[in-house]
């Protein structure tokens, strides 16, 4: 069975920094992808940030420049460095993964809870 575990949410004001992280276990093989989403209250959840076991990234527009995606492989685990944190920033944070070969399937996190204070 596979298990996503984040880590790292709290409450922040302007302009600080938070770094989350985000584990996986479970007899994993290959991450092809591991990605972070958040979902503020009364909106979808979007993505954030995503990283492919290339290492290639992708990121939202609001984040650009701000936050860094990073993985370490051989520790099946994401990490999340958010600076210059705005108000708008506030959200429900998901760890998301994505296995193509074995367990295949996408795996979510239980979620947290990151606040940005004006």
């Known amino acids: 069975q596979v298990q996503v575990v984040e880590s790292g949410g709290g409450l922040v004001q302007a302009g600080g920094s938070l770094r989350l992280s985000c584990a996986a276990s479970?007899?994993?093989?290959?991450?092809?992808?591991m990605g972070w989403y958040r979902q503020a209250p009364g909106e979808q959840r979007e993505l954030v940030a995503a990283?492919?076991?290339?290492?290639?990234?992708n990121y939202a527009d609001s984040v650009k420049g701000r936050f860094t995606i990073s993985r370490d492989n051989a520790k099946n685990t994401v990490y999340l460095q958010m600076n210059s944190l705005k108000p708008e920033d506030t959200a429900v944070y998901y760890c998301?993964?994505?296995?193509?070969?074995?367990?295949?399937?996408?795996?979510w996190g239980q979620g947290t809870q990151v606040t940005v204070s004006s």
């Open positions: 998301n993964i994505v296995i193509l070969t074995g367990k295949r399937g996408t795996y």
């Open positions: 479970g007899n994993i093989f290959c991450i092809n992808v």
């Open positions: 990283i492919a076991s290339s290492g290639s990234t």
